[in-house]
């Protein structure tokens, strides 16, 4: 255990570089992490047997995973790393985990948040059915090389990603319908920054759109998937043409036959941790929504905790790897292992970096920010919270009943209260209350959260040490 | 195979790892994840809790709680994040 009581949750891009910086400056981290293998979700290392070229894995991101990977792997002897390890509560100096099946209590003095960021999903009819997925799918289909069936996909949604995950379908074998995207697409394109490759994900966008433009798939705008039609499988989607606010336009429906379709409505980032540490948040549309309120150092309105990473706001690795390294260089010269003099100088650089690469997403993030017109395509049958089974009609009724925010819904319909807390169905819910109450997104606040923010056998909270 | 959700493109230099479904023997490949395993033979993992609907995952990374089986030892284990052993019994039929 480190002797400052360092932790640092989550190692994806943001907690490596966190622990790497902290390393350097001679200080010894606690790294928990969900997953066998550190990396996160974007530079997931795949179990041995799986493993192959970074470029395979990782696409034009493949320098910057390989150099994490190496520099993290290298401070295993000055790091103490909890892999397969989940955090379920986090009270003032301690938090709660779970290691593979075994209670544990980890003391904090100084704690750095990497959650990360979750799939957005905006519901509409069918889309619940099994061979409907979202971005996050394609990666663990890549690695794991499998595909949907040999059939046609249809991608719909709207970013930096939605070519991305296009492309790698295509050339991973898939047959590509269209890649349908709710923002007219040259406007995307204009407000893409120079070099391409800022925006992290999008690694090089050109190659990906020769790849589309080479496998001959349309790149239609202003136009998504309003109805999904099967039963055991994806049968058929029906699109639809959509107006500024995103509202569909009837009469513009069309149907095409399809086997999977893959939805890319963006990331939303993970507050569940900020939110139980008590630290204040905001609602920044261009950053993917409900965000913690961070100083210029990363560090929350809750002294000692930072967030960093897409949990912090969405940036890609990009951005993650600079504030981690920022979070890493302000906890160093917080525990006095750095003078403030040498901390300052060292921040400067990374925190002028981030300032430019936020500007530009910024732009393209307020682009391509969910907006609630899609909420019209939501029909009384329309799964809303699937953990509870909770409808679009259960929710309509709870509106026309007065519920006018998340946790009186919640109260009254149980969306929301299911094995998964809500990461699924609150930004959709939310987009459904803010057109069905005609009020802006950020009226409406996120979820309260308490532990165990995750789900944890009985028999953990049966064990719990004495204290 | 084309029963499955998920076809498999590149199966070279994998040992076989051979579990149970359903009491039913199921050949999966070393470093499948139960969700892989299941989903080249099923269309879906499980029946929804409270309706007739499938399901068969959706987020892949150990949010959303949709992949959820069983072990034989009645553990709930998410489909998607944990991988294969050989011998591994796994249900997806509930008891009710």
Redesign the interface.
Known sequence: MSEHDIVIVGAGPAGMRAAMTLADAGLRSSVIDEAPRSGGQIYRRPPPPLEREPKRLYGFEAHRAVSLHAGFDAIHDRTDYYPETLVWSIEPGRLRVVRRGRPMSIPWRCLILCPGAMDRVIPFPGWTLPGVTSAETIWALVETRTLPPGQRVLVAGTGPLLPVVASRLVRAGAEVVAALDAVSSPRVRRALPPPWGQWALAGDATVDWRTLRAARVALVGSRTVARIVGDEAVREAVTVALDDAWRPLRGSEESIEVGAVCLVWGSVPSIHLTQLCGAEHRYAAERGGWVPAVSAEMETTVPGVFSVGDGAGIGGAAAAVLEGRVAGLAAAARLGALSPGVARSQLRPHQAALGRLRKSQEMLGRLTAARVGLAELITPDTVICPCETITGAQIDQAVDEGAGDLGQVKRMTRAGMGQCQGRMCSPGLATMLAQRRGIPLEAIAPPSIRPPVTPIPVHVLATLPDE | ??L????????AR??AVVLSLDGEPLTA?????VM?AI??HR??LRS????A????G?????????C?VRTSDG??VRA??T?VESGMHIRTKSDG
């Open positions: 195979m084309s499955g959700q998920f076809h498999r493109v590149v199966t994998r040992r490949l070393e470093g499948d994840t892989t989903l080249t269309r879906s929804f809790e409270f309706g609907e499938s399901r068969a959706f987020c892949l990374m150990g949010a959303c709680q949709d959820w553990q709930e998607c994040s991988l």
